[in-house]
């Protein structure tokens, strides 16, 4: 395992994050829309990572990682009891967070990252931009057989490769 991933794997075999991620995979099994899978959460973290890399910020790719992949793990209990999936991703990722080695620090911000990861509104912290444009910019709308019928707005639609 390269340096400085363990707690990315970490996150991905906690029993309570597959747990949340077979729910969810269930439940889009048959979505015609994106949907958040394994690919998702690994395209935003690496979007994450090049938009760091590129505007020399001072954000961590472990932090990065970890991130996105807790992202939209509260998606299944959206889809089951209407909890807006960003809220139920914070409580459930710091669920995982509280059984991994992480400090405070970092688990604020990804915590924060989670909860804001749909606004794109304020001054958000460097972690949360990244993250909140990494995951409009995942998505290849261009090669999508039902962008006619998403309801993405227009403008937010990537009808181009732009990375």
Not at 98 to 108: G, I, P, R, V, Y
């Amino acid at each position: 395992m390269s340096a400085g991933m363990t707690r990315v794997q970490a996150i991905w075999q906690h029993p309570l994050y597959q747990k949340h991620l077979n729910a969810l995979t269930r439940l889009e099994s048959d979505r015609i829309f994106c949907r958040h899978t394994p690919e998702h959460f690994l395209d935003v973290a690496r979007l994450a990572y090049i938009f760091a890399l590129e505007r020399n910020l001072d954000c961590s790719r472990e932090l990065i990682y970890c991130t996105a992949l807790l992202h939209d793990i509260g998606r299944a209990e959206q889809y089951s009891n209407g909890t807006p999936h960003d809220e139920a991703g914070v409580t459930i990722a710091g669920q995982i967070l509280a059984d991994l080695n992480f400090s405070e620090s970092e688990k604020a911000q990804i915590l924060t990252a989670i909860g804001e990861h749909r606004s794109s509104t304020g001054n958000l912290p460097i972690l949360s931009q990244i993250i909140y444009e990494a995951d409009k910019k995942s998505r290849n709308c261009f090669l999508c057989s039902a962008e006619k019928e998403c309801y993405w707005a227009p403008e937010k639609k990537n009808m181009t490769i732009q990375y």
